[in-house]
């Protein structure tokens, strides 16, 4: 009782911000009452085994309908049911969120599922982010959000609420006995509640729900396509025989088939890498995890006959899958579940050059395994939303995949994140991590250049709009941190190769960072129509374009921080932030053009320099040099990657560490902008006009970008393309040589000589 009546005086104030509002006023944007199981609520965040995944039910009745939905927001993961079914086939479903500012919620629609008289329906809930019970480094078990799981509810026929969540609804245990994110889920299956959804099911044993305060954060409709099953790929038996194969370092899941007798247990451990004897290799991936098992299932089998089984509210990052069973039983058959965000594709390319193409696929591959909901820097290891993958791989990401929506959301789940003293953290969602570590401008960056990515590709300036704010408090806050306008902090030119270090030094590419900020907000503010901070920030830009030459500009065009070292990185960021005087430019570009011949073409950067160096090689009559970049075989290189056998972006370029990353995976935008040849307009943004100028540095393309498409190929040193416009659009095609048409919607054939 006592525990109730906390609970529900609780429920009395919810804070955003500055701001309070009433349980009433509350109550006005829910659903139904937040609810949880009576018995869930006395062990929610103890530090023994949780509890099992608890199932709701309840039944309703209904006569004539028309159309029927289900509001819905259970955290950490829910899934819905409806008279013995799962509505819809959405996987780990809602998306994280700041727990504290915002709540996703899922809209349903369940009309076919609907029938005549009495239904069923039942929701299952998981840990998800919401209440991670094991223990990390980046402490989300310590998160002020966490809480037992639980859910809000409304179901309405023909527009009027037929059933809410309250205490009437009912609850129990069920076989999920253990689910983690980042551990793995176990199964037990002879705990199943067989019958549970039906209209006759006896649930008098089942236990009672509890009225319990809700998330902090306001509820906020899930727009952004769900996370789905995207690829079922089958698993083959290692010639080694120790572990199972899928061929593709992907995320999600293994689905098994298993016979044997009840009690037996199946054991699937995950990895993207295996020994040299074949076996499992998790020295890489773990080692963050510090308490728990790490991507590891467990199914347990009720007997008789074939069972068929794969979880539900985790996943895994792995190539490789051990299988160990315990008793007498017997595997059947497994597969690999590919799980992702569902976002359509609209992008693709192809050239003569099939280490290019190789690289293509990685780069999709690593992108759809690394945005399970939000985007992440790898599938296995961390999950984490890190910021600086994030800002880099936009631009890839957009080309490939109708992902706006999908980063809009996580954009503001990032300013969510955000101090009242504008800090940002590093990773988004956090629970406290990443904001004196593992942030920096270089990484805050994706405020500013996601939302301006969306624009050009879409046109929509909603994320702008959206994020203005938080962009303004971000630069007050970098103001408070610059000396003379240079900013020292915050992470450099990450995972360079050893003979640069992580060089140069975080001063340099914060500033530069810091300035094309600046740049941006002068950029929004003329969008938004706010002159005067348009000229605020046009002249933070400027005062910070005067300091970075001040402190980097070492004569005669040449630029770095004193050191030596990095200088592949350094001439490239002031190339490509255009902080280079006028009259040196030419200089810097000659030097930088000098030292990729030098080292062949070799990566020696990190992952701003792989950004930097080869955009800006192709921006001024480089691009065959930059190719090299991509294609040359040796470490540090793109291409040695494929050598190494991988089959998505590597997180080191010696193939240490991840072996699935997205964080050197501009090269794919690269791909799209200089090979296909697609460029957006700042002053005609959108992709209802386009400006196509090939790079013809290898034989053929053929590149196609939302109903554009551009097929160009080389004989005799002459260029033929032939360019496909889609109706209601324009391009502005320029040829090598700068002959240029304006084209409407058709079909153009078009030649230049090289």
């Known amino acids: 009782h006592e525990k109730k009546s906390y609970l529900q005086e609780k429920a009395n104030l919810f804070e955003i911000g500055s701001k309070v509002r009433t349980r009433e006023e509350q109550n006005k944007m829910d659903f139904g009452r937040w609810i949880t199981s009576s018995q869930l609520s006395r062990n929610c965040v103890s530090a023994e085994p949780p509890s099992p995944a608890p199932h709701f039910r309840h039944t309703f009745e209904c006569s004539g309908f028309t159309t ?55 929701v299952i809930l998981g840990n998800g982010w919401y209440n991670p019970s094991t223990a990390e480094v980046w402490n989300f078990f310590k998160a002020p959000w966490r809480d037992c799981v ?48 039906g209209e006759r099911y006896d649930d008098s044993a089942w236990g009672n729900t509890m009225w319990i305060a809700g998330p902090r954060g306001v509820l906020d409709e899930q727009k952004m396509p769900p996370c789905k099953v995207l690829q079922t790929i089958p698993a083959v038996l290692h010639p080694a025989g120790k572990v199972y194969d899928v061929g593709q370092n992907l995320s999600g899941w293994a689905r098994i088939a ?47 006959g074939i069972e068929s089984w794969e979880p539900r509210f985790t996943y895994h990052g792995f190539q490789y899958i ?37 690289l293509q696929k990685m780069t999709r591959w690593s992108f759809r395994s690394n945005y399970v909901g939000i985007p992440t820097d790898c599938p296995h290891r961390e999950k984490n939303g890190w910021t600086g993958d994030a800002a880099i791989a936009a631009d890839t990401g957009l080309y490939n995949f109708d992902v706006g929506s999908s980063y809009a959301e996580w954009l503001q789940l990032l300013a969510d994140c955000q101090r009242m003293n504008g800090q940002l953290p ?127 500009h070492l004569g005669d065009g040449l630029y770095g921080d004193g050191s030596g070292r990095g200088e592949l990185t350094s001439l490239g960021c002031a190339l490509y932030h255009e902080l280079v ?69 590597g997180e080191h370029w010696d193939g240490t560490a991840s072996r699935n990353h997205i964080m050197f995976g501009d090269l794919g935008a690269w791909f799209f902008r200089y090979l296909g040849g697609f460029r957006h307009d700042p002053e005609r943004p959108g992709f209802r006009h386009l400006i196509v100028a090939p790079c013809p540095v290898v034989n053929s393309c053929r590149a196609e970008y939302r109903g554009y498409v551009s097929e160009w190929e080389v004989k005799e040193k002459v260029m033929t393309i032939r360019l496909t416009v889609p109706p209601n659009s324009t391009a502005l095609l320029r040829l090598p040589g700068n002959e240029s048409f304006e084209l409407g919607s058709g079909i153009y054939v078009r030649s230049a000589k090289l």
């Not at 009690?263 to 290799?281: C, Q, S």
């Open 68 to 122: 029927g939905r289900v509001h819905l927001a259970g955290v950490g993961y829910h899934e819905l049911y409806l008279n013995g079914r799962k509505v819809g086939d959405r996987v780990l479903d809602p998306t994280v969120s700041c727990y504290e500012k915002r709540v996703r919620f899922v809209t349903f629609d369940i009309t076919e599922y609907l029938h005549p008289g009495v239904n069923v329906v039942g």
């Open 150 to 197: 639980k859910f809000t509810l409304q179901l309405e026929i023909d527009g009027e609420t037929v059933l809410e969540s309250d205490e009437s609804w009912k609850c129990a245990s069920g076989p999920i006995l253990f689910d983690a994110l980042r551990n793995g889920e176990t199964y037990d299956a002879r705990r199943e509640l067989d019958g549970w959804l």
């Open 258 to 304: 298993v016979q044997g007798e009840a009690g037996a247990e199946v054991k699937l451990e995950y990895a993207e890498r295996i020994t040299e004897d074949g076996d499992l290799d998790t020295s890489f991936q773990d080692i963050f995890i510090q308490s728990g098992d790490f991507q590891t299932d467990r199914y347990i089998l009720k007997g008789g």
């Open 322 to 358: 051990r299988v160990t069973i315990t008793g007498n039983a017997e595997l059947r058959g497994i597969e690999a579940r590919f799980v992702g965000t569902a976002f359509d594709s609209i992008g693709g390319i192809t050239t003569s050059d099939e280490t290019l193409n190789q």
């Open 426 to 552: 590093g990773i988004a969602p956090t629970g406290g991590w990443g904001f004196d570590w593992g942030s920096g401008p270089a990484w805050d960056c994706a405020l500013f250049s996601i939302p301006y990515e969306i624009y050009l590709h879409t046109g929509d300036d909603t994320a702008i709009r959206q994020n203005y704010p938080a962009m303004k408090r971000y630069l007050d806050f970098c103001g408070t941190m610059e000396s003379d306008g240079i900013l020292a902090f915050g992470l450099g030119d990450w995972a360079a190769p050893e003979p640069c270090g992580n060089a140069p030094s975080p001063a340099l590419t914060s500033t530069g960072y810091y300035y094309m900020d600046a740049r941006r907000m002068e950029y929004f503010s003329k969008v938004l129509e706010k002159p005067d901070e348009e000229a605020r920030y046009r002249d933070l830009a400027e005062r910070i374009r005067a300091a970075f030459n001040r402190r980097f």
């Open 581 to 649: 005087e006028p009259a040196f430019r030419q200089r810097t570009l000659e030097r930088l053009v000098a030292l990729c011949r030098e080292n062949d073409c070799r990566a020696y950067f990190g992952i701003l320099g792989a950004k930097y160096v080869p955009r800006v090689l192709a921006e001024n009559g480089h691009a065959d040099l930059a190719c090299r970049f991509f294609t040359q075989r040796e470490c540090p290189g793109w291409a040695h990657w494929i050598d190494l056998g991988l089959t998505t972006l």
